[in-house]
């Protein structure tokens, strides 16, 4: 897995608006926040309002969400590309969400979970990676908001003081062989 401090890895991706995302499309942006998702799995769909509220929060401060899956189509058909432009439509997702289909760019960054997190500060150096907050289930009773927490960091000028979290939620999907 990348270790706090690694560079931002270069990846291109399709996108379900039709266009191709890599990380020198939001060079502008002050924070980029990389999170591995899908559509099937039942944490990944809690935090799905969240996410879309984070970038309402954060966009206008310099933050740019990434949504990219990576899970294996084939077993889990649910997490197909078409399946993924209906569910962003669905959804409302105001950020790219993007296919991984060879699972290259999961395996450079080692995710292991859908929802699992990765903030570039201005310097694209990895400054955060694990989870949104502290209640995946109900997020009336959360307590800590670990992604906010950090991107409020970057966006002053500070360093994350908590810059790993254990991300929980659904192992990907990996492909046979």
Not at 22 to 39: H, Y
Not at 73 to 84: H, L, R, T, V
Not at 129 to 144: F, L, N
């Amino acid at each position: 897995m990348l270790k706090i401090g690694d560079p931002l890895p270069p990846f291109r991706l399709p996108g379900t608006d039709g266009r191709s995302y890599g990380p020198e499309d939001f060079r502008d942006k002050k924070t980029l926040v990389v999170i591995f998702s899908c559509n099937h799995c039942p944490t990944v769909q809690a935090y799905e309002d969240r996410m879309v509220a984070l970038q309402r929060e954060f966009g206008p401060k310099g933050v740019q969400l990434l949504a990219i899956n990576p899970n294996d189509d084939q077993g889990y058909p649910e997490d197909s590309f078409e399946n993924m432009v209906e569910r962003a439509k669905a959804k409302g997702f105001n950020f790219p969400y993007l296919r991984d289909a060879s699972q290259e760019v999961a395996r450079t960054y080692g995710a292991d979970h859908t929802p699992h997190i990765f903030v570039f500060g201005p310097e694209r150096k990895l400054a955060y990676t694990g989870k949104i907050d502290d209640d995946w289930k109900d997020p009336s009773r959360v307590t800590r908001r670990h992604l906010a927490e950090a991107l409020d960091a970057l966006l002053s000028g500070r360093t994350v003081e908590e810059p790993e979290t254990h991300a929980i939620g659904c192992s990907i999907k990996w492909k046979r062989g």
